[in-house]
């Protein structure tokens, strides 16, 4: 089939303006958000409907030809960009975008996939809902997307990540076959649990058109506060203490090194109101009853009691709670804007949190000297989840793969993954092929063969082979 055939195909069931060709109408749908990979599309198609969907997947089956799904391209792993060939088809969920139900009793929303996270929030809140699923670029991730990633963020102490509350899923398979759970249901055994397969596979094994999420009742109670703490260590003790004191009603327990804060002060304007250490514990906790108040102050207590903590701010105000959170949401425009940086998103045990960082700081030092390159850390990270973004401006883009390369080994060491949340889309490819073991990579294989055997669904992204 020509291009031009393939688009007069697309033209039978989707509308002109559902069909991108020009160049700067198919630009923002070919970089990532951090600008690392660019790549070329025949187009980019924007269907309205599940069945759109369908068709499209069948044509390209039938042309052999890749599609790339993509939500709201905010992903940091370069899995929703397509390679260079020109070749493949972006298929956005951007214009599936309804909620189809709320179900307030049942605790479920039924959703298409490109709806955007921090609208489907706004909606719920209106009727005492919410889906705790909370991270920095909420204002424009899609369902699909944070399904398709099994997206993390700061409430995954307490809720988990995403892939935890999928109730119901609807994916069109590689050969159009649409496969549809949306009862919602909270129980159901009569098979395996196929869900899940779909959650974290980046669009490499169906696409995601609906799904449906267990939501929770809102939780009007919050207490937010800011903690200078002068090592990993003591960050550590004040989170096993807030554990034991509050329980599931901590929300968020974030760490942030006084460097990067001091990046996001300066690139923002903005004024950290603590006097720093070397280490910032953003901790939040929510609650659907107001006990949490004389809890959390007994928690601030201890804190400051035992010297674990040097300083701190309670947020007295809404504002202010949000000015603390800005802090944290800027650090990763704030390190965009303060050069080159070799990323990492890396998790170990938590109680090998200090023992990583620890020999981190020896490894830094080490590759500063064999490779010349000037390293300036830009650390940041969910600490209950044992999950840091251990990432290193990096003036010598030579010195990349060498630090990257000593950083997984020493995570790899110390028990840890080498992408806890973010994925693995094209840019962790070949460190996961390099790291992860030989028989969970051919399991992967063997289901991306049995479910996309011409492998059109973004392929080269998450599991390798090639094309017949
Ligand atoms: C500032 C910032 C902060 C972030 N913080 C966090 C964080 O704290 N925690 C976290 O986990 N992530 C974080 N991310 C990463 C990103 O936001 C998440 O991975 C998000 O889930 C991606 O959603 P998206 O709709 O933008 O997906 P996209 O970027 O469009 O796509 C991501 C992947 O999913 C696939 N995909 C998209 N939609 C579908 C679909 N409907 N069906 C099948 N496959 C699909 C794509 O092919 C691609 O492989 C952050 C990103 C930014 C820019």
Same mark, same amino acid.
């Given at each position: &089939?020509?291009? $031009?055939? *393939?688009?007069? @195909?697309? #033209? %039978? ?5 559902? =069909?991108?060709? /020009? +160049? ?90 490109? &709806?955007?996270? $921090?609208? *489907?929030?706004? @909606?719920? #809140? %209106? ?5 705790? =699923?909370?991270? /920095? +670029? ?112 901590? +929300? ?112 830094? +030092? ?103």
């Amino acid at each position: &089939m020509t291009t $031009d055939d *393939l688009l007069i @195909a697309f #033209a %039978e069931f989707l509308s002109a303006q559902d =069909i991108l060709t /020009a +160049a700067e109408d198919m630009k923002p749908f070919l970089q990532d958000w951090r600008h690392m990979f660019e790549g070329a599309a025949v187009c980019v198609l924007l269907p309205r409907s599940s069945q759109d969907v369908q068709r499209i997947v069948q044509i390209c089956a039938e042309a052999a030809v890749a599609i790339v799904p993509q939500g709201g391209n905010t992903g940091l792993a370069g899995g929703a960009t397509p390679d260079s060939s020109g070749g493949s088809v972006v298929l956005s969920l951007a214009r599936m975008n309804r909620i189809i139900d709320i179900d307030r009793t049942g605790l479920t929303v039924t959703v298409e996939a490109g &709806m955007v996270l $921090d609208t *489907l929030r706004a @909606a719920l #809140a %209106e009727v005492d809902r919410d889906l705790p =699923i909370s991270f /920095a +670029a909420s204002g424009s991730a899609t369902l699909g997307g944070i399904l398709a990633t099994n997206a993390g963020g700061a409430n995954v102490l307490r809720s988990g990540m995403a892939g935890r509350m999928v109730l119901g899923l609807e994916v069109v398979l590689a050969d159009g076959t649409i496969v549809s759970e949306l009862s919602g249901l909270h129980k159901d055994n009569s098979g395996l649990n196929w869900m899940q397969l779909f959650v974290g596979s980046e669009g490499s094994l169906g696409i995601i058109t609906r799904a449906v999420m267990r939501i929770e009742t809102l939780r009007p109670h919050s207490a937010t506060a800011l903690l200078a703490v002068a090592d990993a260590d003591a960050a550590l003790q004040l989170y096993a203490r807030a554990v034991d004191r509050i329980g599931d009603r901590l +929300a968020a327990f974030e760490i942030m090194s006084r460097d990067a804060i001091g990046r996001v002060e300066r690139a923002f304007g903005l004024k950290c109101p603590i006097e720093a250490q070397r280490w910032l514990v953003l901790i939040e906790t929510s609650s659907t009853s107001s006990y949490l108040e004389q809890d959390f102050a007994a928690f601030m207590e201890e804190a400051f009691e035992s010297g674990l903590c040097a300083d701190g701010a309670i947020a007295a105000s809404q504002s202010q709670r949000q000015a603390f959170w800005r802090l944290r949401e800027n650090l990763t425009e704030a390190e965009a804007l303060s050069g080159r940086s070799v990323k990492h998103d890396i998790s170990v045990p938590v109680s090998r949190m200090a023992e990583f960082l620890r020999r981190g700081e020896t490894l830094l +030092a080490d590759v500063s000297r064999q490779t010349g390159a000037t390293l300036n850390p830009h650390i940041f990270g969910h600490i209950g989840d044992g999950n840091l973004h251990y990432n290193i401006l990096c003036d010598r883009p030579d010195a990349a793969g060498a630090l990257n390369r000593a950083v997984h080994d020493l995570v790899v060491d110390c028990g840890g993954s080498i992408t806890a949340e973010h994925g693995v889309g094209q840019y962790r490819l070949s460190e996961v092929y390099r790291l992860v073991s030989p028989a969970r990579l051919a399991l992967q294989e063997r289901i991306k063969a049995a479910l996309d055997p011409d492998m059109i669904l973004n392929p080269g992204k998450l599991i390798r082979g090639d094309r017949p």
